[in-house]
């Protein structure tokens, strides 16, 4: 009889979701029956509270409990910044349609009305589409900004914090073109620049960098109406010393010192950087005793640590074309020689390298041991495959001791048509006459360079989409070089 029933019946399940959705859509465009009126600056805006509570536990808070004064009120003032203000109408609208378009300017100020109201699926949206263009806004002045607000809210965006981070310390040359880098904060700044793997052609380079960065901080500070010219001078006297000391004059050469000097922003504290500039003469002439007490101060090794730099002497650049028509294992092979110390009272100045790329995995073929100790002859070893996208560093040069390097991967990547340092590796290693051979392994996905043309990994560059191109990075850490820096984490900031 059920199985009769079961065939007999003549129920359907029948979706009409888009007509019920485009009826509520019809209540905020024709502003019909509104029981709630929200007042956003000039503007009023004609509301539902139960679509309200629907999409915000804020809102069902600030509406339902007898405990807030808005419960009983009609009509309703939030306090928005400008920003939020102007996109206000896009955020209410998206209650009743779920449906929003935001661009690079607008898109933070919804996310913070997001955050606020806590709308968790506003929220997403606007995190993945930040996500996926931060190159964009990086060169557009919207990335520091965008990072110091994530940021402040500690845990709650710490994924895209991080994305924004590394674009940040990967890319400083494209972030400080731009006018919002003046814009970053000094804390912020003072912990980017303990970092080691921060990616800067020079030390000397960096410092222009943050000599744009103090120059802007001082015409602000001279339009400040409530200070006196003593409390302007304090506080600019003040910004270059907690910023400057953590430029690592040291990793100048002596010529770049010698330019210092006569920079601009020298003239507003003169004695703080002829002391700064005689801490790199001290280094380069071997003053082993001045070495030794700077080193003992807070954070003073990182003085004599090198950063990732881009320059011909620090390393070399790959590009390898037409990645599609690569045979499986095929390996690329460079040479270049590096500096072997960072100081120049050393004579000695080069090292060779030999650098070799597997893009596509790596395959050692069977073979035959012979002579080895404890395995009998002819043992066979079988064909093995390492599904892997490798970098290996020989060591070519015999050393008189073991040595230590900072080996630092570049790998460029394209995101909103814009190319730019999308992968970092550092290694610290040991180099030594038995050790000569470093592998680095899992430089980019496997199977993410072998997805199809229609999904490209974006680490494949050009206008074909075809190239990659990474940069390495060999400096040699001497006994006065320090690996361990203050973290970067955001809820320090």
Not at 242 to 248: E, G
Request: with cysteine; glycine share 4%; charged share 25%.
């Amino acid at each position: 009889m059920d199985e009769q029933m079961s065939q007999d019946s003549s129920d359907v399940e029948m979706n009409n979701s888009k007509g019920v959705l485009l009826k509520i859509a019809n209540l905020y465009a024709e502003q019909l029956m509104s029981d709630v009126c929200l007042v956003v600056g000039d503007n009023r805006y004609p509301a539902h509270r139960v679509i309200l509570c629907a999409s915000s536990d804020v809102f069902q808070v600030m509406l339902m409990n007898p405990e807030w004064n808005e419960c009983r009120e009609s009509v309703i003032e939030l306090k928005e910044d400008p920003m939020c203000s102007m996109v206000f109408p896009q955020f209410l609208k998206y209650l009743y349609v779920g449906q929003i378009k935001v661009s690079i300017q607008t898109v933070m100020p919804m996310l913070e009305l997001a955050d606020k109201y806590n709308i968790k699926d506003l929220v997403e949206l606007c995190v993945d589409y930040m996500t996926k263009h931060v190159a964009k806004a990086a060169t557009q002045g919207y990335l520091v900004s965008w990072f110091q607000y994530t940021i402040s809210l500690g845990s709650s965006h710490v994924n895209l914090a991080a994305i924004m981070k590394n674009f940040i310390k990967w890319n400083l040359d494209i972030v400080s073109e731009s006018n919002d880098f003046n814009e970053l904060c000094g804390m912020i700044l003072v912990t980017l620049l303990q970092q080691n793997d921060l990616v800067v052609q020079s030390e000397f380079t960096l410092f222009e960098y943050l000599e744009k960065w103090l120059l802007y901080k001082r015409d602000q500070l001279e339009k400040e109406p409530d200070m006196t010219e003593e409390e302007k001078q304090y506080e600019l006297v003040s910004t270059i010393e907690a910023v400057f000391v953590h430029v690592r004059f040291a990793m100048m050469s002596p010529s770049e010192l010698a330019k210092i000097l006569v920079r601009p922003i020298c003239q507003h504290h003169m004695e703080f950087f002829v002391e700064r500039v005689a801490i790199g003469m001290s280094y380069h002439s071997g003053q082993e005793e001045r070495i030794r007490e700077i080193r003992g101060q807070e954070n003073g090794a990182l003085q004599f640590t090198p950063r990732l730099y881009t320059t011909d002497v620090w390393g070399l650049s790959m590009a390898i074309n037409g990645f599609d028509q690569i045979e499986d294992y095929r390996s690329f092979v460079a040479c270049f020689f590096s500096l072997n110390y960072l100081s120049e009272c050393h004579e000695e100045q080069g090292i060779a390298w030999e650098i070799e790329f597997f893009p596509r995995g790596v395959r050692y073929n069977r073979a035959k041991l012979i002579g080895v100790f404890n395995i009998p002859d002819n043992t066979e070893i079988p064909e093995s495959i390492i599904r892997t996208v490798r970098l290996k560093v020989l060591l070519q040069e015999r050393l008189e001791e073991d040595r230590r390097f900072t080996v630092g991967v570049l790998i460029s990547g394209v995101q909103s048509k814009i190319t730019h340092v999308r992968t970092c590796h550092v290694r610290t290693a040991y180099f030594s006459n038995e050790q000569r051979v470093l592998n680095i392994d899992n430089l980019i996905p496997y199977e993410e360079l072998q997805l199809s043309a229609v999904n490209l990994s974006q680490h494949l560059i050009g206008e074909k989409r075809d190239t990659i191109r990474l940069q390495v990075v060999i400096a040699p850490l001497g006994e006065h070089a320090c690996t361990e820096t203050p973290p970067f984490e955001f809820g320090n900031l």
